[in-house]
């Protein structure tokens, strides 16, 4: 099985800092990669998909990079309602996903 | 629109069964593959399985083969996650998750259920 470890677990901020986080692939998946947005009891958002395009409807004050084992997403200006949980999920082969990075409120 | 709405929250006891369900609407539901994804607390987010309902073809992550069974209800959209014995670590949030593209099995998913809340206690 592929395993995704992101970093940092927990990341506090404020309302208008740029932020990044990433996420390292145990085997090359080239760029089959992608992030998604967890809120308490809402459906997770699919953000970015193939490491760097963009969902439609996503805010372009996100972005993602990579390729290979090491990828990252980041938010240009941290809006109030980007505070949440995010996972990275590989599908180069079957599916896994991240354990997650918390954004919280600094 | 494009919608999956999944069924309510369920309290079961230990050896229970039970069946929740993905309803889908605004697209042919025979042409995309469904996954169901359970998250907990302490292991964040596991791919189950995934089905083409056009075909009723299931694949199973092995840490859930022989665990659940997952099916499709192509008269009337629905696909449907099911346990024949609960345990007490079944206890979980659950989503079901549309494949993005069309007849495309290996590729992100793109429209997410609201989730179902299993718990399972004595």
């Known amino acids: 099985d592929i395993k995704l470890t992101q970093s940092p677990s927990t990341l506090s901020a404020s309302v208008g800092d740029r932020v990044s986080f990433t996420c390292r692939a145990s085997q090359r998946i080239d760029t089959w990669l992608a992030w998604y947005q967890l809120k308490p009891g809402k459906a997770p958002k699919l953000l970015i998909y193939k490491a760097s395009a963009l969902e439609s409807g996503v805010p372009s004050r996100f972005s993602g990079s990579g390729s290979g084992t090491e990828f990252t997403l980041s938010i240009s200006s941290l809006q109030p309602d980007d505070f949440a949980t995010y996972y990275c999920q590989q599908y180069y082969t079957s599916w896994t996903f991240g354990q997650g990075t918390r954004v919280e409120i600094k | 629109e494009v919608q999956l709405v999944q069924s309510g929250a369920e309290v079961k006891k230990p050896g229970e069964s039970l069946k929740i369900s993905c309803e889908v609407s605004?697209?042919?539901?025979?042409?995309?593959?469904i996954a169901w994804v359970r998250q907990t607390s302490g292991k964040g987010l596991e791919w189950m399985g995934i089905i083409y309902p056009g075909d009723s073809n299931p694949r199973y992550s092995p840490s859930f083969r022989g665990q659940v069974t997952i099916s499709a209800d192509t008269s009337i959209n629905t696909a449907y996650l099911q346990w024949s014995s609960l345990k007490a670590s079944d206890t979980a949030m659950y989503f079901c998750a549309r494949v993005s593209t069309k007849e495309t099995l290996w590729d992100a998913f793109n429209i997410w259920g609201q989730g179902t809340m299993v718990t399972v206690s004595s």
């Open positions: 605004g697209y042919s539901f025979p042409k995309y593959w």
